[in-house]
């Protein structure tokens, strides 16, 4: 239910020229750019979707952020996976509420929160403690403390192996994914989905090798590839500029051992 804009809230700015700015207001609080002053207070009791004026009389639109927006514009230490791919693994991977996901290159924690807000419990596994610390808040900030209380993350390594099984789905954001599929084969429960995002498309031919070899079924790759349109009256044509590849995800069903 759409509720007034309110202290703590996240905002997503958006001028004219479709700059955005994501920011938390606070009471008596203010948004400096290049345009002019806003004040937070003349956000702050209005709805969303408002348009206002700063200081210098520039336009600016204030909506809650999406998660796609929030992912695009939130503290990231590492890389995040873009929402055009996020969309498609928890197709891929048939993401659901109350699954058991684990989860290994935690990163900024933009899958997490994809796979979380899709009703799932989530156990990841991060190399670097200051990722996994980074993953938690950014969960938290957008998600709130009951998407935390279905949120596991520890620092250790996925190659050496995975615990505390069995899992409905695996998902990978790793150089190596295939070494971690012995090790899913061995948590993850039969007809379960194991989905890794690559970079390369050599990467992703070792993880196919890797399936080839175990009790797998179902294995496919593919990319998604996004690409905008411009519209205005009558002329009408693809945007110049369009977001290609970004990385190859793999998915594969475990057969019954």
């Not at 927006?69 to 929402?83: F, N």
């Not at 993350?153 to 069995?166: F, I, K, L, W």
């Not at 190596?176 to 090790?183: C, L």
């Not at 399936?211 to 009256?233: F, I, K, N, Q, S």
């Amino acid at each position: 239910m759409s509720r007034p804009l309110a202290p703590g809230d996240r905002v997503l700015l958006v001028d004219t020229k479709r700059r955005r700015h994501l920011v938390v207001l606070t009471e008596g609080g203010e948004f400096h750019s290049h345009a002019g002053v806003l004040r937070h207070d003349d956000l702050i009791g209005t709805d969303e979707g408002v348009t206002l004026r700063t200081s210098l009389g520039a336009r600016l639109v204030a909506v809650r952020p999406t998660l796609a927006d929030y992912v695009l514009e939130m503290p990231r230490g590492a890389q995040v996976i873009y929402p055009k791919d996020l969309g498609a693994i928890l197709i891929l991977a048939d993401v659901a509420p109350g699954l058991r996901i684990f989860e290994s290159g935690v990163g900024s924690g933009a899958m997490s929160a994809a796979m979380l807000r899709a009703g799932a419990h989530v156990v990841g596994y991060e190399l670097r403690e200051d990722f996994a610390n980074r993953a938690r808040t950014n969960v938290g900030s957008f998600l709130g403390d009951e998407a935390l209380e279905r949120y596991r993350v520890e620092v250790r390594d996925a190659y050496e192996g995975v615990d505390d099984g069995p899992y409905d789905r695996v998902v990978l954001d790793l150089p190596e994914p295939w070494q971690v599929v012995p090790h899913a084969e061995k948590v993850l429960a039969p007809g379960g989905v194991l989905c890794a995002y690559t970079p390369s498309i050599v990467q992703a031919s070792q993880i196919r090798a890797a399936l080839a070899a175990g009790p797998w079924v179902e294995a496919r790759t593919l990319e998604v590839l996004h690409r905008t349109w411009h519209v205005d009256g009558l002329a009408v044509r693809p945007d110049h500029r369009m977001v290609a590849h970004t990385g190859f995800l793999t998915a594969a069903r475990l057969l019954t051992r």
